[in-house]
């Protein structure tokens, strides 16, 4: 049997890299992080922990330092009295917002379809 679909190009193949960056922009709490941070920016840490009210201080420390690490998260450190650290997002984070906004509106737009799925398999 011949393969009738076009094979495709090399940079749109996943690799490893590509399923880490995934992995770490697309988490749970990065995507909470992000959103908080392209509606209302710089937070400073507590700031973001209301604004996500079920993260704990762990994983949102983890999150930060996983977006930070991948350019999407700006750490600054002012110079009041005494010292603040707030979180901005840089450009390269604010380029996914579109990306975060189109997934949303799949979801909402599936998400009966998943649910009527769900229940279908839960009662087989």
Request: aromatic share 4%; charged share 25%.
């Amino acid at each position: 049997m011949t393969e009738t679909t076009p094979a495709l190009p090399d940079y749109l193949h996943l690799t490893e890299q590509h399923r880490e960056l995934l992995d770490q922009v697309l988490d749970k709490w990065s995507l909470h992080v992000l959103a908080a941070l392209c509606e209302e920016e710089p937070l400073r840490f507590n700031e973001l922990r209301r604004a996500i009210p079920v993260v704990t201080q762990k994983s949102l420390t983890a999150a930060l330092r996983r977006l930070e690490r991948n350019g999407m998260v700006e750490r600054c450190v002012t110079s009041t009295r005494p010292v603040a650290v707030e979180y901005r997002i840089t450009p390269l984070g604010q380029s996914l917002q579109d990306l975060i906004d189109a997934l949303l509106r799949w979801t909402t737009s599936t998400l009966p379809a998943v649910e009527r799925a769900r229940a279908h398999f839960d009662h087989a």
